[in-house]
């Protein structure tokens, strides 16, 4: 079946700092690919997404593409601020209507 | 417009007793989830509708857990009996169609049950 790995929390960075959070993915066919963004004591939000190779999806500083060769959709972010702060789910949805999520990789920002 | 919004946002209840908590998702919306998300963890998928149809009800924990849809748009989800375990803050979210697309989530309701 579908999966969705992300690296393990937290990942602690000084503000300004350049971010990765590695995902890859293993699924049949061409599935879509997301970035959801949770603050603290709400829900998800979309923070982007690509629906097929090489796409670059990009919202607020952060870039994702979507890589076919590597099965990845790494999230990248050139300068961090405190209010970046959450947990990031990478996840995918392709011929199932259930959407397979990562666990998340929490992000601690200091000032 | 509205989001999807969920009721309550907070309920503490006793072990052994019944709580039902509430989704109200983006209007024309024919796809709805559930989700559990246990302190510090991921998500854990635990059902799914189109329109008042539930084709995938494979994530309830147990027959203690239930749910249902109404007119397309409003869900339920009961469960019978609380235990400790089931404390969790449990997200709605729901989608145009579901295949391939965003997932607007709720806020969540946090249940605590004591």
């Known amino acids: 079946g579908d999966s969705v790995t992300q690296m393990e929390g937290p990942v602690t960075l000084s503000e300004e700092a350049f971010l990765t959070i590695n995902c890859t993915y293993t699924?049949?066919?061409?599935?879509?690919l997301f970035w959801y963004v949770q603050y603290p004591g709400e829900g998800l939000q979309l923070l982007l997404k690509?629906?097929?190779?090489?796409d670059k999806g990009s919202n607020k500083g952060f870039e994702a593409t979507y890589r076919k060769e590597t099965t990845s959709f790494h999230l990248e972010k050139g300068s961090v601020q405190v209010s970046d702060s959450a947990v990031y789910f990478c996840?995918?949805?392709?011929?199932?209507?259930?959407?397979?999520f990562g666990r998340g990789t929490s992000l601690i920002v200091h000032p | 417009g509205a989001g999807v919004s969920q009721s309550p946002s907070n309920k503490v209840t006793e072990k052994g007793k019944d709580v039902e908590l509430r989704c109200d998702p983006i209007?024309?919306?024919?796809?709805l989830y559930w989700y559990r998300q246990s302190l510090g963890q991921g998500l854990e998928f635990l059902i799914y509708?189109?329109?008042?149809?539930?084709?995938?009800k494979s994530g309830l924990p147990s027959d203690r857990f239930s749910a249902e849809r109404t007119g397309g748009s409003v869900s339920t989800l009961t469960i019978q009996r609380t235990q400790q375990e089931d404390s969790a803050v449990y997200l709605c979210?729901?989608?145009?169609?579901?295949?391939?697309?965003?997932?607007?989530f709720g806020p969540g309701t946090r249940l605590l049950v004591l």
């Open positions: 979210a729901s989608s145009v169609t579901g295949v391939g697309e965003t997932q607007y």
């Open positions: 699924a049949t066919g061409y599935p879509s």
């Open positions: 690509a629906t097929k190779a090489d």
């Open positions: 996840a995918l949805s392709g011929g199932s209507y259930i959407p397979t």
């Open positions: 209007s024309g919306h024919t796809a």
């Open positions: 509708f189109q329109g008042n149809s539930a084709p995938d």
